[in-house]
C-alpha cells in the first residue's frame, strides 16, 4: 500500500461503523476547529464532514506550543450514538475529555473529563454487559484501563494496568476490542517515527494474564526500503460483510538520507484476516486510488467551509464574510498569530491567493509552525519573499506590486541531475502573478526545512493567509493537484 486514504496531515486515525456507513477522526494538535472527520461507505473514498470540537466551549488551545493540543482520539458508535474520547495536553490535568453526537457531522455536545485518567491516547470500549471501559496511555507508566460512566466521565472503578507491550519505546495508542470471548488489545510501540510498530496482545478478561501475538509486531515497515515508513498507530474495524479492516498512519518520506517527509503523517488502510485467533495485516487488500483535493473557495458560501483551520485560534475570532470575499484582521500585540489555514495533501501542488492589501498588510505563506514556514508578504506597494528557518529568518527579494495582488506557492519533486538520488524532497516557489497570468518567480527553495525531520514534532505543511497588520481582504483561495 503506498497510497493514503487520507492524504496530507491527517495523522492518528480512528474508525467506527454505523450501518453500512463508515467514519474516520485524526488528530489535530494546536489547530482549531480540531479532530477532522470523513465519512465512505468503500473504504477507501473519503468525504470530509466537519470536526468534532468545533468551538470554543469544547476547546482551548490558545497558548499551545506546536505540536501540542488535540493528541489521538478514538471514534465509536454505540446504543445509536457516536462517542468520542480524546486529550488535550494542555488541560491534562483535567483528565481525558468526551464529546457525542448523533451525527458525525455534529453538532457535539461540549465535553465531560474523566478525572484522575492522566495521559494520552485514550480509548472507549463496553463489554458484553454494557459496561463502558476508558483505556489510556497512562503517565503511571504504562497501559491502564477502568469501568467508566461515559456520559458523565465518572470512574466506576480504579484503574489497572494492562499489557505493556513487547518491550518497545513508546508504548502507546491502545485499542481494545472485543471477539470470540477474548479481549484484544492493540498498541503503537516504537515511537511515531522510524520504527513505529503495530502490536497486539490477548486475554480472556481484562484482568489478564495478557498474551502476546506469536508473530508481533503485525505491522511495521522499519529497517526496509519501502515508500511508505513510520506506519503504525492502528485502529480496527469490522466490516458490515464480517470481515475486518484496520486503518494506521504513515509518512511518504523523500529526498536522500535520512529522507524527509513533508506533509505530515497520513491515514492509511489494509485488510486483516483473523488466522488461529490472530489478526493478521494484508496491505494488498484495498487499492485506493489518488482523489483530487483541488478547490477554489471565493468566500460566497454562508459559514466557512470546514477545511480552513488556524493555530490556537478559531477561524471565525478573525475573520468575517463581506460580499463574496474574506476580511481577516490582525490580532492585537501578545495574542496568538491567527493564519487561515489548510492542509497541503500532495506531493507536488500550486496555490494561489488574491488579496487586496489596501487597509493592511498580509502573507501567503506554507508551514510547519512559526518558526518553520516560507512566504509572501504583501502591502499596498510591495510584494516580499522571506524564508525563515528556525531562528534564521532571511529575505530574499521585493518587487513593486504594480497593482498585482495573486500570489503564488508552487511545490514540484527535483530533478535528478545525476546517478545519485536528490537531496531535496520537493522544491517550493513563490511567485507573484500579473493580472496577464505572467508570473514573477521571487525564489525557489529547498523543502527539507520545511519538513518533520528538520522543525521536528507531529504536524505537517499547511498552507494559507495571515493577517500581519491591519485588515487584509481574501477574495480567493484555489488549490490544484500537480499529480
Not at 80 to 98: A, M, P, S, Y
Not at 293 to 308: G, P, Y
Not at 331 to 349: F, I, Q
Request: one cysteine or more; glycine letters at 8%.
Amino acid at each position: 500500500m503506498t497510497t493514503p486514504i487520507i492524504a496530507g496531515f491527517y495523522p492518528d486515525p480512528t474508525i467506527c461503523r454505523a450501518g453500512n456507513a463508515y467514519y474516520l477522526a485524526n488528530s489535530s494538535f494546536e489547530y482549531a476547529p480540531g479532530v477532522p472527520i470523513h465519512r465512505s461507505t468503500d473504504l477507501v473514498t473519503w468525504t470530509p464532514v466537519g470536526n468534532a470540537l468545533h468551538r470554543p466551549s469544547q476547546l482551548d488551545v490558545r497558548i499551545a506550543p506546536a505540536s501540542t493540543g488535540v493528541y489521538a482520539p478514538t471514534l465509536r458508535h454505540h446504543a445509536n450514538k457516536f462517542w468520542l474520547v480524546t486529550t488535550n495536553v494542555l488541560e491534562h490535568h483535567r483528565g481525558q475529555l468526551i464529546v457525542t453526537a448523533d451525527d458525525p457531522a455534529g453538532p457535539w455536545s461540549d465535553p465531560v473529563h474523566v478525572h484522575g485518567a492522566i495521559g494520552i491516547d485514550p480509548d472507549l470500549v463496553w463489554d458484553d454487559d454494557g459496561v463502558c471501559h476508558l483505556t489510556w496511555a497512562s503517565n503511571l507508566p504504562g497501559i491502564a484501563s477502568m469501568p467508566i460512566d461515559p456520559a458523565t466521565g465518572t470512574a466506576l472503578g480504579p484503574p489497572r494496568l494492562l499489557w505493556q507491550g513487547t518491550g518497545l519505546a513508546h508504548p502507546e495508542g491502545p485499542h481494545l476490542y472485543r471477539r470470540d470471548g477474548w479481549w484484544y488489545l492493540v498498541l503503537a510501540e516504537g515511537g511515531t517515527e522510524r520504527g513505529h510498530t503495530v502490536t497486539v496482545a490477548r486475554a480472556t478478561s481484562l484482568a489478564g494474564p495478557w498474551e502476546a501475538a506469536p508473530t508481533n509486531p503485525i505491522l511495521t515497515h522499519r529497517s526496509t526500503t519501502h515508500s511508505v515508513q513510520n506506519t503504525g498507530h492502528a485502529d480496527l474495524v469490522e466490516l458490515a460483510d464480517g470481515s475486518w479492516a484496520v486503518v494506521y498512519l504513515g509518512v511518504r518520506p523523500r529526498g536522500r538520507t535520512p529522507m524527509f517527509h513533508v506533509n505530515g503523517r497520513e491515514t492509511f488502510i489494509a485488510g486483516v484476516k483473523w488466522i488461529d485467533g490472530w489478526p493478521v495485516v494484508d496491505e494488498e487488500r484495498f487499492s485506493p486510488a489518488p482523489p483530487d483535493h483541488s478547490f477554489v473557495d471565493r468566500f460566497d458560501a454562508a459559514e466557512l467551509h470546514h477545511r480552513w483551520v488556524s493555530p490556537n485560534v478559531f477561524p471565525d475570532t478573525f475573520t468575517r464574510l463581506e460580499r463574496g470575499r474574506l476580511v481577516l484582521t490582525a490580532p492585537a500585540e501578545g495574542d496568538p498569530k491567527p493564519v487561515l489555514s489548510t492542509r497541503a495533501r500532495d506531493p507536488e501542488w500550486t496555490a494561489e491567493a488574491r488579496l487586496d492589501m489596501s487597509a493592511g498588510v498580509g502573507r501567503f505563506l506554507v508551514r510547519i509552525d512559526d518558526s518553520h514556514w516560507y512566504g509572501l508578504t504583501a502591502d499596498a506597494e510591495t510584494v516580499t519573499a522571506a524564508v525563515v528557518i528556525g531562528p534564521a529568518r532571511t529575505t530574499v527579494a521585493q518587487v513593486p506590486l504594480r497593482g498585482r495582488a495573486t500570489l503564488r506557492i508552487s511545490v514540484r519533486e527535483p530533478v535528478a541531475v545525476s546517478p545519485m538520488p536528490v537531496h531535496e524532497p520537493d522544491l517550493v516557489e513563490l511567485a507573484v502573478v500579473a493580472d496577464d497570468g505572467t508570473p514573477e518567480v521571487l525564489g525557489t527553495f529547498d523543502g527539507r526545512y520545511l519538513s518533520t525531520e528538520v522543525a521536528g514534532g507531529f504536524t505537517g505543511r499547511t498552507f494559507g493567509v495571515e493577517p500581519v497588520a491591519g485588515e487584509v481582504a481574501v477574495h480567493h483561495i484555489s488549490y490544484r493537484s500537480l499529480a
